[in-house]
């Protein structure tokens, strides 16, 4: 049975930092991509950044790129969000999501409906 299971969210002031960690079980993660999503309350749910499991490669949202990074730690297989500089529109809850990488596309990446594994979340609110 796959398990993701995200921790690290919390409460902090505007600039401050904190790391997200997604702890994967139940399966081998090799081809797979990892990826952040978040959503706030009363809007959709939306990509935050992603990172292919074999070679590396991250993609992030416009809104994230430079504050946030990704990582992976495969011997632990963990995943990493990095989160600097956060503003109060980066409260919301955040989700990491698993799917098999079989496209190698950014625009199959940030897509809710290209996941077929998904955490409980976890709470980040950032106040001003």
């Known amino acids: 049975q796959v398990q993701l299971v995200e921790s690290g969210g919390g409460s902090v002031q505007a600039g401050g930092s904190l790391r997200l960690s997604c702890a994967a079980s139940g399966r081998t993660f090799s081809g797979y991509v990892m990826t952040w999503f978040r959503q706030a309350p009363g809007k959709e749910r939306e990509f935050v950044a992603a990172?292919?499991?074999?070679?590396?490669?991250?993609y992030y949202a416009d809104s994230v790129k430079g504050r946030f990074s990704v990582s992976r730690d495969n011997a632990k297989n963990t995943v990493y969000l990095q989160m600097n500089s956060l503003k109060p529109e980066d409260t919301a809850v955040y989700y990491c999501?698993?799917?098999?990488?079989?496209?190698?596309?950014?625009?199959?990446?940030?897509?809710?409906?290209?996941?077929?594994?998904w955490g409980q979340g976890t709470q980040v609110t950032v106040s001003s």
């Open positions: 990172i292919r499991w074999s070679g590396g490669s991250t």
């Open positions: 999501a698993a799917t098999y990488d079989m496209v190698a596309s950014y625009y199959y990446y940030v897509r809710v409906g290209s996941y077929d594994y």
